[in-house]
T-cell receptor, first 112, second 119 residues
Framework: QKEVEQNSGPLSVPEGAIASLNCTYS??????FFWYRQYSGKSPELIMF????GDKEDGRFTAQLNKASQYVSLLIRDSQPSDSATYLC????????????FGTGTQLKVEL | GAVVSQHPSRVICKSGTSVKIECRSL??????MFWYRQFPKQSLMLMAT?????????EQGVEKDKFLINHASLTLSTLTVTSAHPEDSSFYIC???????????????FGPGTRLTVT
């Protein structure tokens, strides 16, 4: 079982719709969860991080964390073509270390 | 704030030569820097973690004698790929973690990456 799992996609949504990206993780002791956006040929850009169960909203983005289910998601409201990218879920383990473990990413395509 | 640069952005080298990649935190001090490698359509794989003034910690399967990491100051880390071979061709990305005293110091800020092609 992979430590951090994501559906590779592509996930296609029409412009203006809500895109829902999901991620599951295996380490129950994980403490911190991050969503990065990566455009083709570029390095990842941090979108959001979440530490506590529940929802965290920032503009059009909402991160949702459910530690009991070991599940973290990212919702993108009013999706725009510029949101088309690969979204990487990253998890920091519970050992207090610095290391992030990345999922393989979900490719999102927002269609006109 | 929190800008990380890498140099060079692209490099092409011949098999058997060595290549040095620099990673700099431009507006903050980075006690910890990370080096990742990403092959096409794959995720980021952590190669090593470096702390300023100490030896890097390499991930399992990463040859420390082949991928030399130096973190000589709080704003600079270098990765040297020694005796490069075509299979080392990849996208190398560094990230930097700010000083623990800084707010949100758990975040990692990524550099723009270096595309290495070994011919």
């Amino acid at each position: 079982q992979k430590e951090v799992e994501q559906n590779s996609g592509p996930l296609s949504v029409p412009e203006g719709a809500i895109a829902s990206l999901n991620c599951t993780y295996s380490d129950r002791g994980s403490q911190s969860f991050f969503w990065y956006r990566q455009y083709s040929g570029k390095s990842p850009e941090l979108i959001m991080f979440i530490y506590s169960n529940g929802d965290k909203e920032d503009g059009r983005f909402t991160a949702q964390l459910n530690k009991a289910s070991q599940y973290v998601s990212l919702l993108i409201r009013d999706s725009q073509p510029s949101d088309s990218a690969t979204y990487l879920c990253a998890v920091r383990g519970g050992g207090g270390g610095n290391k992030l473990t990345f999922g393989t990413g979900t490719q999102l395509k927002v269609e006109l | 704030g929190a800008v990380v640069s890498q140099h060079p952005s692209r490099v092409i080298c011949k098999s058997g030569t060595s290549v040095k990649i620099e990673c700099r935190s431009l507006d903050f001090q980075a006690t910890t820097m990370f080096w990742y490698r990403q092959f096409p359509k794959q995720s980021l794989m952590l190669m090593a973690t470096s702390n300023e003034g100490s030896k890097a910690t390499y991930e399992q399967g990463v040859e420390k004698d082949k991928f030399l990491i130096n973190h000589a100051s709080l704003t600079l880390s270098t990765l040297t790929v020694t005796s490069a071979h075509p299979e080392d061709s990849s996208f190398y990305i560094c990230s930097a973690r700010p000083d623990p005293q800084r707010r949100y110091s758990y975040e990692q800020y990524f550099g723009p990456g270096t595309r290495l092609t070994v011919t």
